[in-house]
């Protein structure tokens, strides 16, 4: 089964510095690696994606991803945040082969301050 | 496309009462799946569909709730009967083979 875990529930920074979320995932299996970000009271919406290929992979907003397979992480990026991608983001994973479930680690909310 | 579409957004009822969700999926996309989502227990995937068959309801937390998917394009989540725990947001999500899942906005239950 695969497993995915964020490794900080919050991560508070001010407004234009550098963020990086932390990923980490478990699968004995190949897999695809997706990043959702939720803003308050709405749905969940797809940053970026891994698929195959390129490990550096880069989304909506300004935001990258890189994929280590050795080190089993998928970690995101923003060289330089602003007030509105305060939110709480979600890493995620999925098998390429047999079940299309994802599964979700536990997010991480991002304040931004001022 | 519209997205996917979820109704209705809130939903408040009674203990004891039944409740439907209900979900339309983005068409073309042959995986659908529910979500749970509260404070405690963060995002738990409830059960999905793939092609409209049930793959996967190993995260139905209790016989009194149930999920169909009568054909490509529509869904619906029952709880009977509803119990204040239940209280959360349920989120509808469709998949295409290989890409990332598209969420609905959600529905808020209350279950007072």
């Known amino acids: 089964a695969q497993s995915v875990t964020q490794l900080d529930s919050q991560v508070p920074v001010f407004e234009e510095a550098p963020v990086e979320l932390r990923c980490n995932y478990s699968s004995s299996v190949s897999v695809y690696l997706f990043w959702y970000v939720q803003y308050p009271n709405q749905g969940l919406q797809l940053l970026l994606k891994y698929l195959s290929g390129s490990t550096l992979v880069k989304g909506i907003n300004g935001f990258e991803a890189e994929f280590n397979k050795s080190q089993t992480s998928f970690h995101l990026r923003k060289p330089s945040v602003h007030i509105s991608d305060t939110a709480e983001y979600f890493c995620a994973v999925s098998r390429v082969q047999g079940a299309q479930k994802l599964v979700f680690g536990q997010g991480t909310r991002l304040t931004i301050n001022p | 496309d519209a997205g996917v579409i979820q109704s209705p957004r809130h939903e408040v009822t009674e203990m004891g009462q039944e409740v439907t969700l209900r979900c339309k999926p983005i068409s073309g996309h042959n995986s659908l799946f529910w979500y749970r989502q509260t404070m405690m227990r963060g995002l738990e995937l409830l059960i999905y569909?793939?092609?409209?068959?049930?793959?996967?309801d190993s995260g139905m937390p209790e016989d009194r709730f149930s999920a169909k998917m009568p054909n490509a394009s529509f869904s619906t989540l029952k709880i009977q009967p509803s119990e204040p725990r239940d209280s959360a947001v349920y989120f509808c999500?469709?998949?295409?083979?290989?890409?990332?899942?598209?969420f609905g906005q959600g529905t808020r239950l209350t279950v007072v």
């Open positions: 569909f793939n092609n409209n068959v049930p793959i996967d």
């Open positions: 999500a469709s998949r295409q083979q290989a890409q990332g899942a598209f």
